[in-house]
């Protein structure tokens, strides 16, 4: 059944990015110009952001609150969740530079907090370098060196002193 549901997938996106080439192409655009903005529009990672309600979608951007459902996180970013942002994403016209995340991770009230007391959390000030403009393969590497820490020198097991 697998090999089906991945020719599915692979078709449809397929499928999604002639029907977003020939979008743009409607607009004015040459069909390479067409086909280079289609793949930029469709390459757009999807990334897990936990195991809670993963058909739930958040997309994290700049600062602008102008779809339905905008939570502004600090002064430079939104996290929005309502469906306009993914069909503007879709057209084209989505906000830039921005994450995409299926679910969430959650907590019962009051372990979060003992967590970071108790150090659990490696915590930083966010940055857009990191989080929009690093690879995703070599983001997790580069957070932890930008607060000290050379993820080579850890190890995959624990021991006992």
């Given at each position: 059944?697998?090999?089906?549901?991945?020719?599915?997938?692979?078709?449809?996106?397929?499928?999604?990015?002639?029907?977003?080439?020939?979008?743009?192409?409607?607009?004015?655009r040459?069909k390479?110009?067409a086909?280079?903005?289609?793949?930029?529009?469709?390459?757009?990672?999807?990334?897990?952001?936990?195991?809670?309600?993963?058909?739930?979608?958040?997309?994290?951007?700049?600062?602008?609150?102008?779809?339905?459902?905008s939570?502004?996180?600090?002064?430079?970013?939104?996290?929005?969740?309502?469906?306009?942002?993914?069909?503007?994403?879709?057209?084209?016209?989505?906000?830039?530079?921005?994450?995409?995340?299926l679910?969430?991770?959650g907590?019962?009230?009051?372990?979060l907090?003992?967590?970071?007391?108790?150090?659990?959390?490696?915590?930083?000030?966010?940055?857009?370098?990191?989080?929009?403009?690093?690879?995703?393969d070599q983001?997790?590497a580069?957070?932890?060196?930008?607060?000290?820490?050379?993820?080579?020198?850890?190890?995959h097991y624990?021991?006992?002193?």
């Open positions: 059944m697998a090999p089906v549901v991945i020719m599915t997938l692979a078709i449809a996106d397929c499928i999604h990015i002639l029907v977003t080439a020939f979008q743009i192409m409607s607009e004015g040459g390479h110009g086909l280079i903005e289609s793949f930029r529009i469709n390459a757009q990672p999807v990334l897990s952001g936990g195991p809670i309600q993963p058909e739930r979608g958040f997309v994290l951007h700049h600062g602008h609150t102008r779809w339905v459902s939570h502004p996180v600090n002064d430079e970013w939104v996290l929005t969740t309502s469906r306009d942002v993914l069909e503007a994403i879709a057209a084209g016209e989505g906000p830039d530079p921005m994450l995409v995340a679910g969430y991770a907590w019962e009230p009051g372990q907090e003992r967590e970071l007391r108790e150090n659990a959390w490696l915590t930083m000030a966010a940055k857009q370098s990191l989080l929009f403009e690093t690879p995703l983001r997790w580069a957070t932890a060196a930008s607060v000290g820490v050379d993820t080579s020198r850890l190890m624990a021991g006992n002193a």
